[in-house]
């Protein structure tokens, strides 16, 4: 099994039916896999704060919902992830691709990325990092534990993550 | 007629539907006239209340009115490409556009200016876009409930506020009894 297979495995395995994305070139497999899936309803999103919005509506609707975006949009993102998703207590898994790590070939990247943890840390959301294969063998229990704290959870999956597939 | 008094006429056809309204004055007068479990009060992130009705809409069978404002249909304006692809039947974005912005002191917005939002619905791809006058408004809504197509509604009111209260109901509060009647509605 591939590992955006098994990452989409684990999203269907935690009954999440509705994803929203906004590309990343490491991301490219997995978005394939969650818009070939008959059990997700896949719903691209313009920008990420948008994405959260549907994310959060169809939460209410009664559906499991995540979004995988690249961890620029973090900026994005701040009043989203503070006055609607963390204020109304909604759980929110986000697959994020961690541009700008070890293999990073774009500068402009590293910028966000010295950014990244520290935000996240600001803003209490519980971080998991990705960096090898078998890290994803915690996705299940990590996606487990947003649905049951009712939070949003980030998931930072890096070069060497995504190199490895 | 401003706001709050289009707000007003649509009352009797909005009042047992699931609504999700704009941050600020909106949610303010909604609550006002006429709180309701069957209403989603967004208390801050402006733009997304058309985002949030679309993916409440998707993912449920009730209908949905989400009532948006012009201001915040410009600062999220990726909104209306997605709502034009991923069409839901029972979703009614009334947007009320009075060409301000109208929770922080009535500055002009583009909309009230060279910016027509329902033809960029349209260009956009949304295919049931209707532009009202505020008299016209609760005819145009009761026309959407009573069809089965995605409809976006650009009501043309003027700019001017009412003084209201602050909702100092607490978030997770709002949600909550919100979605026990969300999910009633599709058992």
Not at chain 1, 63 to 75: D, L
Not at chain 2, 21 to 44: A, C, R, V, W
Not at chain 2, 53 to 67: E, H, N, P, S, W
């Amino acid at each position: 099994m591939s590992i955006n297979q098994k990452i989409v495995n684990d999203f269907i395995k935690n009954k999440i039916e509705f994803v929203t994305t906004v590309p990343c070139k490491q991301l490219a497999g997995v978005i394939d896999e969650i818009e070939t899936s008959k059990d997700i309803y896949h719903i691209p999103s313009n920008k990420e704060d948008e994405g959260m919005g549907l994310c959060a509506g169809a939460y209410m609707g009664g559906k499991r919902s995540a979004i995988i975006m690249q961890n620029t949009a973090i900026g994005v993102t701040i009043n989203t992830l503070v006055t609607l998703i963390q204020y109304y207590n909604i759980p929110l898994p986000m697959l994020i691709s961690y541009r700008g790590e070890i293999g990073e070939p774009v500068a402009c990247q590293v910028e966000m990325a010295v950014h990244t943890k520290a935000l996240l840390n600001q803003l209490n959301i519980p971080t998991y990092h990705f960096h090898t294969q078998s890290d994803a063998d915690e996705l299940d229990g990590i996606l487990n534990h947003s649905f049951m704290a009712k939070k949003p959870v980030a998931i930072l999956t890096d070069a060497s993550f995504w190199q490895g597939a | 007629m401003i706001r709050s008094e289009v707000l007003k006429t649509l009352i009797p056809m909005i009042s047992d539907q699931l609504v999700v309204s704009n941050i600020g004055l909106p949610s303010q007068e909604l609550h006002l006239l006429d709180d309701q479990p069957t209403n989603f009060y967004m208390l801050g992130t402006m733009g997304l209340a058309s985002s949030i009705g679309l993916g409440l809409a998707l993912a449920q069978k009730a209908k949905v009115i989400a009532i948006d404002g012009d201001g915040s249909v410009l600062t999220n304006f990726g909104t209306l490409p997605t709502i034009a692809n991923n069409p839901a039947d029972n979703f009614i974005l009334l947007i009320i556009d009075n060409g301000s912005y109208g929770s922080t002191g009535d500055q002009p917005t583009y909309a009230g200016m060279k910016t027509s939002l329902a033809k960029v619905a349209e260009a956009c791809g949304c295919d049931n876009v209707v532009e009202c006058s505020a008299e016209d408004t609760a005819a145009a809504v009761q026309a959407a409930l009573d069809g089965d197509k995605m409809t976006i509604i650009v009501s043309k009111c003027e700019s001017g506020n009412i003084k209201v209260p602050v909702i100092d109901m607490d978030a997770p509060v709002i949600r909550h009894r919100f979605m026990a009647e969300v999910s009633r509605r599709n058992a």
